[in-house]
């Protein structure tokens, strides 16, 4: 039987192969209307019934609704591929099986199984793929495939990055097909079967394609003359999955001069998805699928293509299949882009044009660059190739290096975080986003710390006690630029930092950041909370230093604040000794992206009530001090509550702990004596009448549901951590916070015996409503009940420091949010105070998915437990990394370990980061570095 030629494929295809739906699904652009209206209840494409009429056979692709209608389906005809686990098979019939086919109730399409050519027709820095490398994001640990014409696994660009290999190369002598795989089967396995650069395919035309696709995924240029600098995932592995045959008929390749060529089969593109399904099964590290092919022109989704039910099965599994819409130039996609869970790619130029060959339309999901685009090619070069092609592994890289950014998050939400984040291309009919990788990490990330504006992750970390300029414990805070980019120290020695070193004053006991002047630059909010105000000792400051393109304080200058200068009630206020302004900070946006910082007083003496607290709110023109029993706060003004010795803040709420509360305990009745126990509240955002945050709630260990009574010296509140998501009360799902609460003092009865400060952590909830409330948990994060990892013993003071952290980049919600809970005061072995972290979902009971981090073990943290090295005494979160300040110990000066969360949270275990002075340009000096990190 005679078959169209390569150049009539572009026009037959479209109304007759494996692209055209069947006529009961959505239409192909090209099936009459009539034709459809006719063969409406017929599973079987109508083209293939002109194409049998003279009696000839044809291959088409059967998909049943289960596989227990394949053996009725496969008795029509000669069967010449199966599946493990699809309810599709590949069929030899006439027509008189297309006839058998039409009237089983089993049999859902019937397609032709039509081979196609690969689609052929300065781009990584165009879609930020460079500054994500440059921030250490590039895809390690994860691995794409490329199902196409093979890799040459020995490029230079792309070496020893192949883990895998396969080959599906059908051989039909009807359309003059061999196969490609070099042992001359269909089907080869493992490494070599899919190695275009020595096996079959390597002097066939068309066969450098496979090779171009991954260098542009996840190509490295790395210390190599005359390459591109690097792929999109440039840390990434690949799996190569040669799903190409050779035909070697002018009727298929489209003249003597293109003979032999390669094309393939949909057949062999399900089977070849197949092996990636179960590469992914057994712990292949697998994110995304790519297919640079296709055909047909599809206006609507083709969920009947054969290729549907593998691409859902991968979905399922976590990879993503990313396809080529095609290179009609048309306003539709061809298959097996078209299918409604394939991720379909369009190119662009440099100039963010559509190229010109591009399809478009409603069924696009995003664009990539697909013009000009130079990448490896077999035999160690490089060469310039455009196309749809092109484009699609620019996105099955940005999935690579997302995953490795955000480990936790769903593939729908990395999906989603792509095309938010993307740069809107409008054209007739439709706008689809352009990949811009740079902003889909930072928008994850939940607004990187970024001091210096070029979209890459940097990091403040404070060491209180330096000594600067020869004045002992006066403070410092060493900034690390990301990229590569060199590393800073700020002191109050420096011009652009208002007053100066003095001996301990403790620069930076307390960071905070936020975009205070709101020119997308980080800005840095560090506290000096025992600097001394003429006589009035450790009375305390807090600055705010400017980011600028030229790094932290380089720009405009900063800002101080000082009670009894500036404004509003902090103008009115007065430095005491003791107050200890800026012992605890917040600091964010609120719903209507409006600056905010909160500062904790806890030693102010109010009317007479020494250390009662206090806490100023800034937001705009509001400048504020909170103080308990006063317009409109919650309680009574009493000694020693410490109002604001911590706070924690999400754009909704504010959080404010008072460890020094006295509290009357439930079970002893109303009249009975207080307790300083601790409590902690909740405001809002929003202003009351007397123009301060509402009060929403409060929560302390006094009534039943708060988990534990009220004791002396439970220092409920010592510390306090919140995050904004939705929140579910009852049948409703409301706009809220998740509020993590550390109990250090809490006794605890362990093995029939009390451990006094063995500590807890206890987690509420807040809503954003016309009646706000806070929900209180039944559920006590602590050492050993429901399996949690650990024994409570005396002085371990779980919970002396929290902190929550989404691990989505979508809505946060109790299943992507993760609790670190520092265990400072651990015992590890004979190590005395090693101290430990245990991090817990928010999910079901504790013990269920508690992780345990301690030097040395399974998570990667560096070391081993040394005595009094207090791990867990700092800790901060982002959604890639957790950070555990080790102010300590080990060496001299103090360290801050940068962990992946996937090492946390049990998964596959990354490298982990440290910074410490002496290493990596930061200089061999100081003493407590790591004591706070943001």
């Known amino acids: 039987m005679k078959r169209p030629i390569w150049a009539a494929v572009v026009t037959v295809v479209m109304t007759a192969a494996v692209g055209a739906v069947p006529a009961h699904a959505a239409a192909s652009l090209g099936t009459l209307a009539a034709t459809a209206a006719e063969a409406a209840d017929d599973p079987v494409d109508q083209p293939l019934y002109d194409e049998t009429a003279d009696g000839s056979t044809v291959r088409v692709n059967v998909v049943t609704k289960s596989r227990t209608d394949l053996p009725a389906a496969t008795a029509v005809g000669t069967m010449m591929k199966s599946f493990t686990t699809l309810p599709v098979v590949t069929l030899r019939v006439d027509q008189a099986g297309l006839d058998a086919l039409a009237t089983q109730s089993g049999v859902v399409s019937v397609t032709e199984d039509v081979p196609v050519p690969p689609p052929l027709d ?177 206006a609507a989704a083709c969920d009947d293509d054969p290729r549907k039910q593998i691409i859902d099965s991968l979905l399922n599994a976590g990879v993503a299949t990313v396809a080529a819409a095609g290179n009609n130039g048309q306003d539709a996609v061809s298959g097996p882009a078209c299918v409604s869970s394939a991720i379909a790619v369009g190119a662009t130029t440099a100039d963010d044009e559509l190229s010109a060959f591009t399809n478009r339309g409603p069924l696009l999901d995003l664009f990539a660059p697909g013009t000009s685009i130079v990448s490896s090619v077999p035999g160690g070069g490089y060469a310039t190739k455009s196309g749809t092609s092109m484009a699609a592994p620019y996105v099955a890289g940005a999935f690579a290096v997302l995953r490795e950014a955000f480990p936790e998050t769903s593939l729908a939400s990395l999906e989603s975080l792509l095309k938010t984040t993307g740069k809107p291309i409008t054209y007739t009919g439709a706008t689809t986003p352009r990949v811009d990788l740079a902003k889909a990490l930072g928008e994850g990330a939940g607004n990187i710390t970024d001091f210096n504006c070029d979209g890459v992750e940097d990091i403040a970390v404070a060491d209180p006690e330096a000594t600067v300029g020869g004045d002992a414990k006066a403070g410092l805070v060493r900034i690390v630029y990301g990229g590569g980019k060199g590393t800073f120290e700020l002191n109050q020695d420096l011009a652009a930092v208002p007053g100066a070193a003095e001996a301990n004053d403790y620069f930076g006991d307390a960071l905070a950041t936020v975009d205070y002047d709101q020119d997308d630059c980080t800005d840095l909010v560090v506290s000096t909370s025992r600097e001394d105000i003429g006589t ?64 904790g007083v806890p030693g102010e003496d109010i009317d007479g009530k020494t250390d009662a607290g206090d806490v100023y709110y800034l937001r705009g023109t509001v400048n504020r001090s909170l103080i308990q029993g006063k317009s409109g706060m919650n309680d009574v003004l009493e000694a020693g509550d410490k109002f604001g010795s911590s706070v924690a803040a999400t754009s909704l709420h504010v959080v404010i702990g008072s460890p020094g509360e006295g509290v009357i305990p439930y079970l002893s009745g109303p009249n009975a004596a207080e307790v300083v126990s601790g409590s902690v509240d909740v405001l809002s955002h929003d202003l009351n009448s007397n123009g301060v945050p509402t009060f929403v709630g409060a929560s302390r260990q006094a009534a039943p549901g708060d988990g534990a009574e009220a004791e002396a010296g439970d220092q409920f509140g010592a510390a306090v951590a919140a995050a904004e998501g939705t929140v579910t009360m009852g049948t409703f799902t409301l706009q809220g916070s998740f509020i993590a609460i550390g109990v250090p003092g809490e006794d605890v009865t362990y093995a029939g015996a009390n451990k006094a400060d063995a500590g807890r952590v206890v987690v509420l909830t807040a809503v954003n409503s016309r009646n706000p409330v806070v929900a209180k948990t039944d559920t006590d994060y602590q050492q050993a009940p429901d399996d949690v990892v650990g024994a409570p013993e005396a002085g371990d003071g779980m919970g002396a420091q929290v902190a929550l952290t989404s691990l989505g980049s979508g809505k946060t919600t109790a299943t992507n949010l993760r609790m670190a809970v520092g265990v400072p005061g651990e015992d590890v072995g004979t190590v005395v105070d090693a101290g430990a972290v245990s991090i817990f979902s928010l999910v079901g009971a504790p013990g269920a998915n508690d992780q345990w981090i301690e030097a040395g073990n399974a998570t990667g943290m560096p070391g081993t437990p040394g005595t009094s090295y207090k791990a867990g005494s700092s800790l901060y979160g982002t959604p890639t990394r957790l950070y555990i300040g080790m102010p300590y110990g080990p060496g001299a000066y103090g360290a801050l370990y940068a962990m992946p969360w996937a090492n946390a949270t049990g998964g596959t275990a990354q490298p982990v980061i440290t910074y410490a002075p002496g290493t990596g340009g930061l200089p061999a000096s100081g003493l407590r570095f790591g004591m706070a990190a943001r």
Do not use: W
């Not at 509003?568 to 905010?596: C, F, H, N, Q, V």
């Open 536 to 599: 009035a000792a450790d009375a305390g400051v807090v600055d705010v230093v400017y980011g600028s393109a030229a790094g932290l304080s380089a720009g405009k200058a900063s800002i101080r604040y000082e009670q009894a200068t500036g404004s509003g009630d902090i103008l009115a206020g007065t430095s005491e000794a003791g107050d200890r302004m800026g012992a605890a900070l917040a600091a964010g946006l609120t719903l209507a992206k409006e600056p905010y910082l909160v500062i």
């Open 122 to 298: 300065e781009a990584v820095p165009l879609t930020g793929a460079d500054v994500a490398a440059a921030a250490g994001a590039t895809g390690q640990g994860t691995a794409i495939a490329i199902l196409d014409t093979g890799i040459d696994t020995s490029h230079p660009y792309l070496k020893d990055r192949v883990v895998a290999e396969a080959c599906v190369s059908p051989a039909d002598p009807d359309y003059s097909a061999t196969s490609l795989c070099p042992n001359g089967a269909e089907e080869q396995d493992g490494l070599g079967s899919a190695d275009s650069g020595t096996g079959p395919c390597a002097t066939v035309v068309g066969c450098d394609h496979g090779t171009h696709v991954a260098g542009i995924a996840a190509g490295d240029g790395t210390n190599l003359t005359g390459a591109p600098a690097s792929g999109v995932a440039p840390g990434a592995d690949l799996v190569s999955v040669q799903i190409f045959s050779q035909f070697n008929s002018e009727d298929f390749c489209g003249g003597p001069d293109y003979t032999p060529c390669v094309g393939s089969f949909p057949s062999a593109q399900i089977a070849g998805l197949e092996k990636v399904l179960k590469l992914k099964q057994s712990g292949t590290p697998l994110v995304a699928a790519n297919l640079s092919l296709g055909n047909g022109r599809y």
